[in-house]
């Protein structure tokens, strides 16, 4: 089956420290973005790429990194400069520019807990 | 700046009755509008949308309306059954603007169906 994956399912980071959140995606979509959802503020947008080696900040990129190596995966690195990282982070992936944006599915979250 | 909003943190209706949802956008360039559905732990699933071409569109108990002069959408459900409590996100896209098929979510509505 056709899916994305997103692992861990959760996530504890102590202070200081950077994590990765894996996103792997084999539905040959070449559109992924990152999401954040925080209780009262719905789906905030992170990061997204739209091709293989490309990405663009979204509205709250501050303390975040991406990757964008290989069209099925997109990682996610939450850095120690990301003030409250505590959060539900969802991936997603799409069809291309053009397409019709019915096509965008998401994978089933990462609790992150900073402790 | 919200340019998508779900001014209703939650709604509750009884089991068989209707339930409408509303959301409202402020960004005239928004061509088309989607419904997704989330429950807890889990990534959002596509529910209905709507191209900004048609006022009206319907999927079995789900029906979206748009008025584009008012800048906003609904979403009715009829008959709302147990199994439809979960939060709904509305979401609003550009198909031929420069950013893909990036969405743009509102906060979420929080539906409790009750028995």
């Known amino acids: 089956d056709g899916g994305i994956t997103q692992s861990p399912k959760y996530l504890f980071r102590k202070e200081g420290q950077n994590v990765t959140l894996s996103c792997e995606q084999n539905?040959?979509?070449?559109?992924m973005y990152w999401y954040r959802q925080d209780p009262g503020q719905g789906l905030r947008l992170i990061y997204y790429s739209q091709i293989v080696n490309d990405f663009q900040k979204g509205d709250i990129a501050e303390g975040y990194s991406v990757s964008r190596e290989k069209k099925e995966s997109f990682p996610l690195t939450v850095t120690s400069a990301q003030k409250n990282p505590t959060a539900f982070y969802l991936c997603?992936?799409?069809?291309?520019?053009?397409?019709?944006?019915?096509?965008?599915?998401f994978g089933s979250g990462t609790r992150l807990t900073v402790v | 700046d919200q340019q998508v909003k779900q001014n209703s943190p939650s709604l509750s209706v009884q089991e068989g009755r209707i339930s409408i949802l509303n959301c409202d956008y402020t960004n005239s360039m928004f061509d088309y509008f989607l419904w997704y559905k989330k429950y807890p732990a889990e990534g959002p699933t596509f529910l209905i949308s709507?191209?900004?071409?048609?006022d009206k569109n319907e999927d079995g108990r789900f029906t979206v309306f748009l008025n584009k002069s008012a800048k906003h959408l609904s979403l009715h459900i009829v008959p709302s059954q147990p199994g439809d409590s979960a939060v709904y996100f509305c979401?609003?896209?550009?198909?031929?603007?420069?950013?893909?098929?990036?969405?743009?979510f509102g906060e979420g509505t929080q539906l409790t169906v009750n028995p």
């Open positions: 979401a609003a896209s550009r198909l031929g603007g420069t950013s893909g098929s990036r969405l743009t």
């Open positions: 539905l040959n979509h070449d559109a």
């Open positions: 709507i191209s900004s071409i048609k």
């Open positions: 997603a992936s799409s069809p291309r520019q053009g397409a019709r944006v019915d096509g965008y599915t």
